[in-house]
Nanobody, 120 residues
Framework: QVQLVESGGGLVQTGGSLRLSCAAS????????MSWYRQAPGKERELVAA????????NYADSVKGRFTISRDNAKNTVYLQMNSLKPEDPAVYYC?????????????WGQGTQVTVST
């Protein structure tokens, strides 16, 4: 059974930091590109950060560049999102995503999300 379980969300003051974790099971984690998305109330889900299967080159939304860092530990089947200098526009439910293309088909899994709240 495929599972992506996020943790680490919570309430933090503006300027503070949080570290999100996403523990994966039920699939070959090291083969999948991993991403973090977020969705604020009334807004569409947006890509925050992505990292390829073997790590290395990462991508970030412009709004989080220089503040957030995505990383992964394939030995622990876990992907992380370090969030620093949190701003009032960062609150959302943050979702972990696993993605693998097999030929023309995509295997895609989502976690249940973890809430991040930033107080001003």
């Amino acid at each position: 059974q495929v599972q992506l379980v996020e943790s680490g969300g919570g309430l933090v003051q503006t300027g503070g930091s949080l570290r999100l974790s996403c523990a994966a099971s039920g699939f070959t984690f090291s083969s999948y590109a991993m991403s973090w998305y977020r969705q604020a109330p009334g807004k569409e889900r947006e890509l925050v950060a992505a990292i390829p299967s073997a790590g290395g080159s990462t991508n970030y939304a412009d709004s989080v560049k220089g503040r957030f860092t995505i990383s992964r530990d394939n030995a622990k089947n876990t992907v992380y999102l370090q969030m620093n200098s949190l701003k009032p526009e960062d609150p959302a439910v943050y979702y972990c995503n696993a993605d693998l293309w097999v030929g023309a088909s995509a295997l895609n899994y989502w976690g249940q999300g973890t809430q991040v709240t930033v107080s001003t």
